[in-house]
Nanobody, 123 residues
Framework: QVQLVESGGGLVQAGGSLRVSCVASGRTFSNYCMGWFRQAPGKARESVAAISWSGSNTYYADSAKGRFTISRDNAKNTVYLQMNSLKPEDTAVYYC????????????????WGQGTQVTVSS
């Protein structure tokens, strides 16, 4: 089973960009589909994006379409989330997660989670 560590969060102005990363330990990273999720204070965790084990298929929540891009580098055991045109409502803790299931954005389908990285977008 992999372990996940996110990084790259921070404070950015509205309209700006940020890339968060998630590094996985273990040699089976490429066997997992990966997802990004976020949780704002007082709100439920919501899906952002997911990517297949090979990286050939990506899936986005409506809130992320056109602004965010998920990608992965299996040689580096890393999954990325490039976030552009950020809005204050994107402020949240961003989590990466791993699953053996294909093409899912449901948090309940993911069984390995990182500790999260804070993204704050100022207006």
């Amino acid at each position: 089973q992999v372990q996940l560590v996110e990084s790259g969060g921070g404070l950015v102005q509205a309209g700006g960009s940020l890339r968060v990363s998630c590094v996985a330990s273990g040699r089976t990273f490429s066997n997992y589909c990966m997802g990004w999720f976020r949780q704002a204070p007082g709100k439920a965790r919501e899906s952002v994006a997911a990517i297949s084990w090979s990286g050939s298929n990506t899936y986005y929540a409506d809130s992320a379409k056109g602004r965010f891009t998920i990608s992965r580098d299996n040689a580096k055991n890393t999954v990325y989330l490039q976030m552009n045109s950020l809005k204050p409502e994107d402020t949240a803790v961003y989590y990466c997660a791993a699953t053996r299931k294909i093409g899912t954005l449901r948090p309940g389908d993911y069984n390995v989670w990182g500790q999260g990285t804070q993204v704050t977008v100022s207006s």
